[in-house]
């Protein structure tokens, strides 16, 4: 079957805007503010871009959430789900029974991960995903007769999603305040954040200093009593924080001494965004577990997993006894299905090439041309992701730069003008940043700068008018 590709039907977008603020709770909203304001409809998209109810159309630098890797509007993966559906909708993978799309996908995930990951775990998001991390990794230590050794290391700032135990794993204070977390048995240290915390030492230096906290508080907890430690290769939600390249090793040398599980949490890093498929790769990682999502699918249906390693998969297979824990849409056939497709789109036009080759080098070089704006403190990039930090004096030394105070909400003010003059770029405090699709362009990209660019001069005016910069 062939699906045409439709255009949605006219309608009034101030009653769509009504329903919505009356019956719609949306995801980390102010539910209050949203009712008065009324939410943007999206209703279509295409390549790079999406378009509005008011027929605006604009370049989605944010690839969703950090997902749509393929671009919008795949026919072809339309086509997999739909074929999938009329063949086999639903079937779960309890009581011995698997189906063909799952065993395919993991076969496949497994051929392109680094080597000594030969299973995976199906969830149905990324948050389910560090769940099963939580619960796999006090399995493995049960298992191998350690019952004490049960709390995991994670960083301030992290996110690992909004279940009860990935918000625990996640470092975001505001998470935290809302419902008692973290559970018991999860703790945190410091993000290796070089702009806000590494004053008066080098980059290297500074990378060095934020790993000695992990084994400061591994001695602290006692290493008899740590599982695990988990982090973002990169941190996404926590503001594109891209680490200096001593860091990762350090990491893993002090996981190593201590007998540390690690888990890298790739959902936003991994299928290709950071120009490998796994972004472990890039960073001199040795993971013993990989959170993936959001780019296995680019988001055209929920689906989430855990490449697990060989350390940790021997021992669960070997001591055998069950696993109590799964989902109803654990391997579901559709999302495989759907994932399939993804990835031999991913393969077949080199994304994962591209990015870590010219796309990924052109949008460095065009991301960093933005460092002359006045506005502009910082500007880096890794892969499909990048960042700038809106400082209100620059400084040639980025510690000595003059920042706004939180309080003025600079980074909204400055997104509002992004999406006025059509592009998407996500605000964390004063830090502006994207990850477009992997299929992105030099046209596209260039197209993207200057809107980027325009907005800057934009948000520079409206501050100055505000007598704020
Ligand atoms: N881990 C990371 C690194 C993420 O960025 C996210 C989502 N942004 C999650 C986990 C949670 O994934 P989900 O929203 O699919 O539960």
């Not at 997902?67 to 011995?96: D, H, W």
């Not at 941190?235 to 888990?263: F, K, N, S």
């Not at 940790?312 to 056939?333: C, M, Q, R």
């Not at 002359?372 to 499909?384: K, R």
Request: aromatic letters at 8%; proline letters at 4%.
């Amino acid at each position: 079957a062939t699906l045409a590709k439709t255009q949605p039907a006219a309608f009034d977008t101030r009653a769509v805007q009504q329903r919505d603020s009356a019956h719609y709770l949306h995801p980390f909203t102010d539910h209050k503010s949203l009712g008065e304001r009324g939410a943007r409809v999206i209703v279509r998209g295409d390549g790079v871009h999406i378009w509005d109810s008011e027929g605006k159309q604009i370049i989605d630098a944010m690839s969703g959430l950090w997902c749509v890797n393929v671009g919008y509007g795949r026919t072809s993966i339309s086509e997999a789900v739909y074929k999938q559906m009329e063949t086999l909708p639903f079937y779960n993978s309890f009581f011995n029974t698997t189906n063909l799309p799952a065993v395919e996908l993991a076969t496949k995930l497994v051929s392109l991960a680094p080597a000594g990951f030969n299973h995976v775990f199906f969830t149905g998001s990324g948050s389910e995903a560090n769940d099963t991390n939580v619960r796999m990794v006090r399995r493995y230590w049960d298992l191998m007769g350690y019952k004490d050794r049960h709390t995991i290391i994670s960083r301030h700032n992290a996110y690992h999603g909004s279940t009860v135990a990935g918000a625990s794993l996640s470092g975001m204070e505001g998470m935290h305040a809302q419902g008692g977390l973290p559970i018991p048995g999860i703790v945190h240290i410091g993000q290796p954040n070089y702009v806000a915390s590494g004053r008066g030492m080098s980059e290297d230096a500074f990378g060095l200093e934020a790993a000695s906290w992990l084994e400061k508080k591994i001695l602290e907890v006692g290493p008899d009593k740590v599982a695990a430690f988990i982090g973002e290769p990169v941190q996404g939600a926590g503001g594109v924080i891209i680490p200096p390249a001593t860091y990762w090793p350090e990491i893993q040398r002090i996981c190593d001494m201590y007998g540390v599980l690690l888990i890298a949490d790739e959902v936003i890093c991994g299928f290709g965004r950071l120009g490998k498929w796994f972004a472990s790769e890039r960073f001199g990682m040795r993971p013993d577990l990989i959170t993936f999502a959001k780019g296995v699918t680019s988001g055209y249906v929920p689906l989430g997993g855990v490449m697990v390693g060989e350390r940790v998969a021997n021992v669960l297979i070997e001591k055998g006894g069950d696993f109590n824990h799964g989902f109803t849409y654990s391997g579901h056939p559709v999302a495989c299905a759907a994932a399939l497709e993804n990835i031999r789109i991913i393969e077949q036009e080199q994304l994962v090439e591209k990015v870590g080759g010219a796309s990924g080098a052109y949008l460095a070089e065009r991301f960093a041309s933005l460092r002359d704006h006045p506005l502009v403190g910082h500007a880096d990039s890794c892969g499909f992701v990048a960042g700038l930090n809106l400082v209100k004096n620059k400084a040639d030394a980025v510690h000595d730069c003059e920042l706004f105070d939180p309080e003025l909400g600079v980074g909204m003010v400055c997104r509002s003008f992004m999406f006025a003059n059509g592009v998407i770029m996500r605000a964390v405090g004063e830090r502006m940043i994207i990850a477009p699709p992997l299929v992105m362009n030099h046209t596209q990209i260039n197209d993207m700068i200057s809107l980027i660019r325009r907005s800057l001069d934009d948000t520079l005016q409206e501050l100055q008018r505000r007598g704020w910069s």
